[in-house]
């Protein structure tokens, strides 16, 4: 088959098919083709099966049909004996997956008819609705790849000339053994694969690589290839032969047809200027080229490449994928700088370092509990900020390393608390800009910064206590893969988060009598083994005596009923008889909460411990980020021999 042969495949005039208004047919009419599996490939279904009316061309396509039924069976990499294995397997999943709604089915939707539309296979409900089954069950099969784009273009191929059942094992095969790691949101495997192809390309076209310095170019243009192998780049009776070729030496045969096409290109390409140039002249279908037959192209890859042995491409793989991972994660973690470093004080280098450290502790709790959870939160499709995660525990730990105020005797309880107020949505994780905007407000925060984070540790946040709440909460929250996405759930996410910059004091909420106590221990517990020790206990002893002798006045002052019978209690002789004390008593109670609780808003904590300068130098002092971070990496694996 030239490759210059049009994609739609010439059907005959007579031929017979499914009705091609599928648009107009009722939803429930879609449904229940959904539900009828197509036991033959969709060539069977549209082509007579009239040997004698075959022309040469659709004789041709019904060897290929019974070639792939050979293939499935010699050369389909496990898939027949995983059919063979789990009888039923693929019918039970799609009558699980059916009407299922995420995000994963919303884009088979969408992509169903970009999938080879000029086919007519796929202009009618039977291709589509098996094409639909295929990918939503294997999707609900593996929900850790769900879909990718390309898993589309392939299924489509494999349809034409494999049962529905068989299409499904082979995707199993091409998705989970043939090609690892290639259908997720990085692309790991074709990112690798591409690496492979240029040391390839060093090794057998080294005029090519003098040439053309900048191997970007190559990994351009060979990314489709790879995802697609060649059936989104080469006319569709062309690709079926790449496919032969692909289930038969698996992906050796592709990275020996891509050495092929550039050789065959190499006059032009060694006369480009760049890029833009050489990739215009490789896709160009009007070259002065003349084309070549794509089963001379395949013989021609074979004979002067078929050298590369597959075991010297899984080393070139395991090698080059080391690099390949290192070059995401660097790119992951410039994009979470550069965010992160808009909202707090922190200077480059300092950020970029605990950002290292708070990665380092992930890893190392990973191989630390053989039985922890290790990285189960990690999850690369997500945004960079929440593709690395920390729980309680291994915040912890973070805190004893890097905390100022570490060296509290309830330095537990700080991390607890800190990480509760961190953890806003009460998913018990917390992200790289969380944690490092409280290590930005302990060292680098002003004096009423620091003092408002520890008023706020002490007052547990209403929403973690409030069931209905957290659950409202909970279904506002636009989950990733969870059904549709809300836009709207987004917006007003970030509506509130650019409300948090614009917190006021006078918003936070008071603290009660439990909470102050608590809240002086803490300041005691800070200030212990400090130079001015003495001094600062002096400064919280006076200012705690302030606060309640303003607490009483407050509180005489609005209910001056209840101060007149404190003072008519004490009056002696001029007080009145046990009998009428016994009245009053009885008609106007007082409660236990008016008499003994009180509280403290944020403003008079604040105000009062400005009045004591040996406070105010204990906050304002400037603390040696660098020192703590440099002593955090050293010491960061012998910490866990302490724990």
């Not at 209905?468 to 509506?495: F, H, M, R, V």
Request: proline share 4%; charged share 25%.
């Amino acid at each position: 088959s030239p490759s210059d042969f049009p994609l739609q495949v010439a059907v005959s005039s007579d031929s017979t098919g499914p009705s091609d208004n599928f648009e107009e047919q009722p939803l429930t009419c879609q449904k229940e083709c959904s539900k009828t599996m197509n036991t033959e490939a969709l060539m069977t279904v549209f082509h007579p099966q009239n040997l004698e009316n075959l022309d040469s061309k659709m004789l041709k396509e019904k060897m290929k049909e019974q070639s792939w039924n050979i293939l499935f069976s010699e050369c389909g990499r496990g898939a027949v004996n995983d059919m063979a294995t789990n009888p039923g397997y693929y019918a039970e999943v799609v009558e699980q997956s059916l009407g299922t709604c995420n995000l994963a089915t919303e884009e088979i939707e969408r992509d169903l008819r970009r999938s080879l539309p000029e086919h007519p296979a796929f202009q009618s409900d039977t291709g589509i609705s098996a094409l639909r089954r295929v990918l939503t069950a294997y999707a609900y099969r593996n929900p850790k790849i769900g879909y990718c784009q390309a898993m589309n273009i392939l299924t489509s191929v494999l349809l034409l000339y494999a049962k529905e059942e068989e299409a499904f094992w082979l995707l199993v095969a091409v998705c989970e053994r043939m090609l690892p790691d290639y259908f997720n949101r990085r692309i790991i495997g074709a990112l690798v694969d591409q690496a492979v192809f240029e040391e390839l390309i060093r090794d057998h076209l080294p005029q090519l690589t003098e040439h053309m310095t900048d191997m970007t170019f190559f990994s351009s243009v060979s990314l489709s290839w790879f995802l697609t192998l060649f059936i989104s780049v080469l006319p569709i009776e062309s690709a079926v032969n790449v496919v032969d070729c692909f289930f038969y030496d698996g992906i050796k045969a592709i990275l020996q047809l891509g050495l092929a096409i550039l050789d065959y290109n190499l006059d032009k390409l060694l006369t480009c200027k760049d890029d833009a140039e050489a990739g215009s002249n490789i896709s160009d279908e009007k070259s002065s080229h003349t084309k070549v037959d794509i089963t001379d192209l395949i013989r021609e890859s074979n004979e002067k490449y078929g050298s590369i042995r597959s075991e010297d491409i899984h080393s070139m793989r395991c090698r080059n994928r080391l690099c390949v991972i290192q070059t995401l994660e660097e790119t992951t973690k410039q994009n979470v700088l550069r965010v992160v470093s808009q909202d707090v004080k922190m200077d480059l280098q300092e950020l970029d370092e605990l950002y290292v450290i708070f990665k380092k502790e992930l890893f190392i709790s990973c191989y630390w509990y053989l039985s922890g959870p290790g990285l189960k939160h990690h999850d690369p499709s997500l945004s960079y900020l929440e593709q690395y995660q920390i729980d309680c525990q291994q915040f912890r730990v973070l805190y004893h390393l890097l905390s100022p105020w570490a060296h509290s005797a309830n330095r537990d309880s700080l991390a607890l608390w800190t990480f509760r107020l961190l953890d806003e949505n009460s998913n018990c994780l917390i992200n790289f800009k969380e944690f490092s905007s409280a290590i930005d407000i302990m060292y680098n925060g002003s004096f009423t910064e620091k003092l408002k984070l520890l008023f706020k540790l002490h007052i547990p946040p209403v929403s973690k206590h409030a069931n209905g709440k957290e659950a409202e909460s909970g279904k506002n929250t636009p989950e990733k893969g969870k059904g549709k996405i809300d836009i709207q759930a987004y917006l007003s996410q970030w509506q509130d988060e650019l409300l948090k910059k614009e917190e006021n004091i006078k918003d936070l909420p008071r603290m009660n009598q439990s909470q102050f106590i608590q809240f002086s221990k803490t300041l005691y517990n800070l200030f212990h083994e400090d130079p001015e020790e003495e001094s600062l206990y002096q400064a919280i002893a006076v200012v705690t005596n302030l606060l309640l002798r303003m607490e009483e006045v407050g509180r005489k002052l609005h209910s001056p009923t209840s101060s007149a019978r404190g003072l008519s209690s004490t009056a002696g002789d001029s007080g009145p008889s046990e009998g009428n004390a016994e009245s009053n008593v009885e008609e106007n109670p007082p409660s236990p909460r008016e008499e003994h609780q009180w509280s403290f808003a944020f403003e008079q904590i604040l105000a009062s411990l400005l009045n004591e300068p040996a406070l105010v130098r204990f906050f304002e002092r400037p603390l040696d980020l660098k020192a703590k971070l440099e002593n955090a990496k050293s010491s960061q694996f012998r910490s866990r021999t302490k724990l």
